[in-house]
């Protein structure tokens, strides 16, 4: 089966660090990645871990271990513009189209 | 550079009425498409992939079908919509292959009465 868990919603303040957590159970793993979407817009892509480890990109870093099923997504320098919800998505192995499988999706509010 | 289309943008239907939302994708070939489903502050659902003309792969079953009569246009239908088929759909793509991320249309917004 397929489990993925995000926290709910999450509140930070403008200038601070905040850390989304995932945990997946899941059949199999071929990659985690981490959508951000705003309220009535698509999600646009942040960041794709298939190695342990962590990824840097900018004020994102994405972070994955796969032997726990767990991975974070790390967000500095807070702004404003960052309320939004963030999608956790693993992919299953191979033969089934580069499918996504998504979990529920973490409200982040960002307060001055 | 690549661009995804959906329309329409927002439709409102009634029970029991048909459904067509079309995507169509600029810019790539041999895409692999994908729709989803979003309801009210939930998570996406993956309905429907595929991975070439006429290969649709189904994820949950549903009065819902899906087709790809083109290399980049995917087709959502219903022949008669529910109470419960009220959501946000996106359709998707991905460079052919396994290893690549999607890229998410500008979405549709069904509200079903």
């Known amino acids: 089966g397929q489990n993925i868990d995000q926290p709910t919603e999450m509140t930070a303040t403008e200038g601070a660090i905040v850390q989304i957590n995932c945990t997946y159970q899941?059949?199999?793993?071929?990659?985690l990645f981490w959508y951000q979407q705003h309220a009535g817009e698509a999600p646009t892509f942040l960041s794709y871990?298939?190695?342990?480890g962590l990824e840097e990109k900018g004020r994102f870093s994405s972070f994955l271990s796969r032997s726990k099923g767990y991975s974070y997504l790390l967000l500095k320098e807070l702004q404003m513009k960052d309320s939004a919800s963030y999608l956790c998505?693993?992919?299953?192995?191979?033969?089934?189209?580069?499918?996504?499988?998504f979990g529920q999706g973490t409200e982040l509010s960002v307060k001055p | 550079s690549q661009t995804i289309h959906q329309w329409p943008a927002t439709l409102v239907q009634p029970v029991g009425s048909p459904l067509s939302l079309e995507c169509t994708v600029e810019?790539?070939?041999?895409?692999?498409l994908y729709w989803y489903r979003q309801a009210a502050g939930r998570g996406l659902q993956l309905l429907f992939y595929?991975?070439?003309?006429?290969?649709i792969s189904s994820e949950v079953p549903q009065n819902l079908s899906a087709s790809r009569p083109q290399d980049r246009q995917f087709i959502l239908s219903s022949k008669k919509l529910l109470l419960s088929d009220s959501g946000f759909y996106l359709c998707?793509?991905?460079?052919?292959?396994?290893?690549?991320?999607?890229?998410f249309g500008p979405g549709t917004r069904l509200t079903v009465l």
């Open positions: 998707a793509w991905s460079r052919g292959g396994e290893n690549n991320e999607q890229f």
């Open positions: 899941t059949s199999g793993f071929n990659g």
């Open positions: 871990n298939v190695l342990d």
């Open positions: 998505a693993v992919r299953p192995p191979y033969n089934q189209g580069g499918k996504l499988i």
């Open positions: 810019g790539t070939s041999n895409p692999n």
């Open positions: 595929s991975v070439g003309i006429g290969q």
